[in-house]
């Protein structure tokens, strides 16, 4: 199986209009996968658009760092960028990284200030 582009993967706490906010934000994006970590303890997505995303289920917070690793064990894409729930990508956000990782090949992390 092929590796995709670009997948990101975002962190859930406790607001659904800001997850929202953000997936409407990653629609724009060129992005094949979104992994939504739920880090939530008393989580309900019910509510939230995610037709075009994955959530991941951890049995209670697991943190940030832990649930990166976990996020990462999962995406299958070639570069992979980690993002807050309330981080709203502007549109052409994730292009100009995947063209700054293909004009620079010897680097092997991108990020954006």
Avoid at 48 to 73: C, K, M, Q, R, W
Wanted: with cysteine; aromatic share 6%; net charge negative.
């Amino acid at each position: 199986m092929a590796l995709s582009k670009a997948g990101i993967i975002a962190f859930y706490t406790s607001k659904p209009a800001t997850l929202d906010h953000c997936i409407m934000c990653l629609e724009k994006q060129s992005a094949q996968r979104v992994l939504i970590v739920d880090n939530s303890e008393e989580a309900d997505l019910s509510t939230t658009d995610l037709a075009n995303a994955e959530i991941l289920h951890p049995s209670e917070n697991i943190g940030f760092g832990v649930g990166a690793n976990l996020g990462i064990t999962k995406a299958d894409s070639e570069f992979t960028q980690l993002l807050n729930p309330d981080a709203f990508p502007e549109l052409g956000w994730l292009d100009t990284l995947l063209n700054a990782a293909d004009a620079n090949p010897q680097c092997a992390a991108f990020g954006c200030v």
